[in-house]
């Protein structure tokens, strides 16, 4: 998917939580009608970007094998000029990141930008 195409897709409502560097953002995926849960992983110095882009792999991966067995609905990764890009639906995000993401960010955002 071409990058203007990704980010058409994908509109990003309102920052819901932080992990590290790393941002969570509740967004509306156009084409499905629904909210999601995208993670953008923070821009690294060049010497670490090859360590991040293993750890995006392997978390992808990860989120890959859950939906297999039903546990996760793990929509999209995309990689944008250099930035790493998550996409899942909300609930997978709160159960597996609950630490890092808000529930309350989360239903003040899905009310203020609700379809």
């Given at each position: ?30 084409a ?7 993670k ?13 882009k ?62």
């Amino acid at each position: 998917m071409k990058n203007e195409d990704w980010f058409s897709r994908y509109a990003f409502c309102a920052p819901v939580g932080r992990c590290g560097n790393n941002t969570f953002f509740l967004a509306k995926d156009c084409a499905q009608h629904i909210h999601v849960i995208i993670k953008q992983y923070s821009n690294t110095p060049k010497e670490n970007q090859e360590d991040q882009k293993l750890t995006f792999q392997d978390e992808a991966r990860l989120l890959q094998i859950l939906q297999e067995k039903g546990l996760v609905r793990f929509f999209d990764c995309q990689t944008i000029d250099g930035t790493f890009f998550l996409v899942t639906d909300v609930p997978a995000a709160c159960e597996l990141l609950c630490s890092h993401i808000e529930p309350a960010a989360i239903e003040r955002a899905i009310k203020q930008y609700a379809f």
